[in-house]
């Protein structure tokens, strides 16, 4: 039994009074609310110039805001520990879907990622974006932390079966950034420095191993042309170069909102999904970019303060792999369009057209306000 000071001390860590706010009581954090929806809107701006004013885009990408914004409202009600008690079914479910793409799913664009249901498709790799870190917060908070070597081998082995099924599609972008969102949970949970240092030096053969083994021609013809993309500039090198006149014509200011030449003259290609980050550069300049940038900083802010004053070990490795997920997917967008990073075909959150990464997106926001509003924990405490 703890004594009222420490009940109100602990009421108070994460900001919540004793007598809940009506954003508490409907999980609602107006903060990260507002920022969302800030992103959001601007993305539709961006996107109405992206697609040459077409409406029926942005008619279509705002009903798909309208369903997200919905679905994490709703998603946020759902208390963590029961994210925690159904995580085995989230995973198993998931793998069978997984399984049932590679043998009956759609093929598009020489990649099998999708399966047909009366009236849509959908991708089931958008569904482990959300059960990896579950599954994987799940198992190590009721483990011993720092893990033992046999939990790491386990946590590996539940990473590595949907990521291997996803890279045999193919689809190795969203493989790795799945694989990026269970190591995040691993190194949440306190890796030994001599586990992280030996992980290091074994990474280092794998690369052979996965460049000639693993790796198709169009990913390694990728990679060369990430290196020189001057070697082939009407084929594969012309993305990149096209990416990066637009960044630079821009210059501190940009051309302006719908007047950038790159995009609308057609050189500049995906100008509305992976490389809408150009666009903006070329229309908004450099400012516009650093305010975009800002703006996902503060973001991801937000959930680093609920991953720190999360209640439970559970949330804090779920919250905290949700949020480094979401930085990494804008590192590797904007890392490609730039020419930093190899193209992967990632698209920039909340800006690029589509629907089904923006609702899984938002999903995933949904459980950062569903933990930083729980308060399962103090009642069971007191």
């Known amino acids: 039994m703890f004594n009222q000071d420490f009940v109100r001390q602990l009421n108070g860590i994460d900001g919540i009074s004793r007598d809940p706010s009506w954003s508490v009581r409907w999980h609602i954090d107006f903060i990260l609310f507002g920022l969302l929806l800030l992103v959001s809107i601007a993305g539709l701006f961006v996107l109405y110039?992206?697609?040459?004013?077409?409406m029926h885009v942005i008619t279509r990408q705002s009903i798909y805001l309208l369903v997200s914004f919905i679905g994490m409202i709703i998603i946020a009600q759902i208390p963590p520990r029961m994210f925690m008690q159904w995580a085995g079914l989230f995973y198993a479910v998931a793998v069978v879907?997984?399984?049932?793409?590679?043998v009956h799913g759609i093929q598009s664009k020489g990649a099998q990622?999708?399966?047909q249901l009366p009236g849509f498709r959908f991708q089931p790799s958008e569904i482990i974006k959300l059960v990896m870190p579950i599954v994987m917060a799940a198992y190590l908070a009721k483990q011993p932390l720092p893990p033992s070597f046999k939990n790491i081998l386990v946590s590996l082995f539940l990473l590595g079966v949907p990521v291997a099924l996803i890279a045999k599609q193919p689809d190795l972008g969203t493989s790795l950034l799945i694989g990026a969102?269970?190591?995040f949970v691993l190194l949440l949970a306190g890796l030994r420095k001599r586990i992280i240092f030996s992980a290091i030096l074994l990474a280092i053969p794998s690369i052979f191993v996965l460049w000639h083994y693993l790796m198709y021609d169009y990913q390694k013809q990728r990679v060369l042309t990430f290196l020189n993309p001057e070697s082939d500039p009407w084929g594969a090198g012309w993305n990149i170069i096209q990416s990066t006149?637009?960044?630079?014509?821009?210059?501190?200011y940009g051309k302006g909102w719908m007047m950038g030449t790159q995009s609308h003259l057609d050189f500049l290609p995906e100008s509305h999904t992976d490389f809408i980050i150009a666009l903006i550069a070329e229309e908004f300049g450099f400012f516009g970019c650093i305010l975009l940038l800002a703006l996902y900083a503060l973001i991801i802010g937000r959930g680093l303060f609920i991953t720190f004053n999360a209640q439970t070990l559970f949330g804090?490795?779920?919250?905290?792999s949700i949020t480094l997920t979401f930085?990494?997917?804008i590192f590797v967008n904007i890392g490609m369009v730039s020419g930093i990073l190899p193209v992967v075909g990632v698209p920039l959150p909340m800006i690029s057209r589509g629907g089904t990464s923006?609702?899984?997106l938002m999903a995933g926001f949904g459980m950062l306000m569903s933990i930083h509003t729980d308060r399962s924990f103090l009642r069971r405490t007191i």
């Open 181 to 183: 969102s269970g190591i």
């Open 97 to 102: 879907l997984l399984i049932v793409v590679l």
């Open 316 to 320: 804090k490795l779920l919250a905290g």
């Open 327 to 329: 930085f990494v997917y």
């Open 113 to 115: 990622r999708w399966i």
């Open 49 to 54: 110039s992206a697609t040459g004013k077409n």
């Open 245 to 252: 006149i637009a960044i630079g014509s821009g210059g501190l």
């Open 358 to 360: 923006l609702v899984t």
